[in-house]
């Protein structure tokens, strides 16, 4: 009798190693289950062209986004790669600051046209006026000083309206307030009503999936989200679990960038929020997640409206790389 319990010892140990090896397995098959909220913690959606460009690193996302995992924008029909930094570039790259198209063009024209030259006693104008001269080289740096200030005022002016409308409550029930990821990626004046716009559709869609209405969240994202939605509380009701995301609190949020293409105006905000994210069998035992601890987490969501009016709506969700 000592020789078969002992033998079954080893077999009870190995059938308990079994059962937890599969509920690791499961957990890892299923990853969304820990991470279950709308867009179950993955990079899904479009960005228009800029789809599969890296979008800048803000004070609330200072490491940027990951890439999508789900889109169905084809990258070779996304136009404009080169303008913005690719996935994996280096922050440094991503925050580098661009040259001033004053400083890289028209400076550029001078010394090419002999400015230096002037300095050391040529001039740029010395085959026919004789720069040598003392009054030769006044008149020159009368030319060169106002044609530096025309170029100056001119590339200045240059696509610099919608700077000033950061100011807004977007970051006023939390921390932190709005801040733009860098003004050479804003193209399209957010306002204050947009930001509360942002605020709310991220409450209103947590909302509705969590109550798993598919239709109302169609009149809150585009087609295509709607549809990863759709597939994800579908998978999730294929396993008998429901999620639930309650007492949402947005914490802080800034700008990334905006912009304008094909009549469609896009705004991409870093948002950190926090909340009640549990997951439930259909009895309603937890069967994942904290519901007496708040999950906090960074998101970068994109909206899409038509130029200059209409709704905004959700066209895509990103994750923020985990540091």
Do not use: C
């Not at 924008?73 to 580098?96: D, I, K, V």
């Not at 003004?183 to 947590?206: C, H, K, S």
């Not at 309603?284 to 904290?290: S, Y």
């Not at 998101?299 to 200059?308: D, I, K, Q, S």
């Amino acid at each position: 009798m000592k020789q078969n319990s002992s033998r079954l010892m080893p077999r009870k140990s190995i059938i308990l190693a079994a059962g937890a090896a599969l509920s690791m397995l499961s957990l890892v098959a299923h990853p969304d289950v820990a991470d279950a909220r709308a867009g179950g913690g993955m990079s899904m959606g479009s960005r228009g062209s800029r789809t599969y460009s890296a979008p800048a690193p803000t004070q609330t996302a200072p490491f940027g986004a990951t890439p999508f995992q789900r889109t169905m924008t084809p990258r070779q029909q996304a136009p404009g790669y080169g303008m913005q930094a690719p996935y994996g570039a280096g922050a440094g790259m991503a925050m580098a600051r661009p040259r001033h198209p004053f400083m890289s063009g028209f400076m550029g024209g001078l010394i090419g046209a002999g400015l230096f030259g002037m300095m050391f006693g040529h001039g740029m104008f010395s085959s026919g006026m004789g720069g040598g001269g003392f009054l030769g080289l006044l008149i020159q740096l009368a030319l060169i000083f106002f044609l530096v200030r025309w170029a100056i005022r001119r590339f200045s002016n240059r696509g610099g309206g919608a700077v000033g409308s950061v100011a807004s409550p977007f970051g006023a029930t939390g921390p932190g307030a709005p801040q733009q990821g860098g003004q050479q990626n804003v193209g399209v004046a957010i306002t204050a009503a947009d930001y509360q716009a942002f605020q709310q559709a991220l409450i209103n869609i947590q909302t509705a999936w969590s109550q798993q209405n598919v239709e109302a969240m169609r009149h809150m994202a585009t087609p295509e989200m709607v549809s990863y939605f759709n597939n994800q509380l579908a998978e999730l009701a294929s396993r008998g679990a429901r999620n639930v995301v309650s007492d949402l609190r947005f914490e802080r949020g800034d700008l990334v960038e905006s912009w304008r293409e094909n009549g469609a105006d896009y705004a991409t905000v870093a948002m950190q929020y926090s909340m009640i994210d549990i997951t439930t069998d259909m009895t309603g035992r937890v069967i994942d997640g904290d519901p007496s601890n708040r999950t906090t987490v960074t998101e970068l969501w994109t909206f899409v409206r038509a130029a200059g009016l209409g709704t905004w709506l959700l066209s895509a969700i990103q994750q923020t790389p985990r540091r």
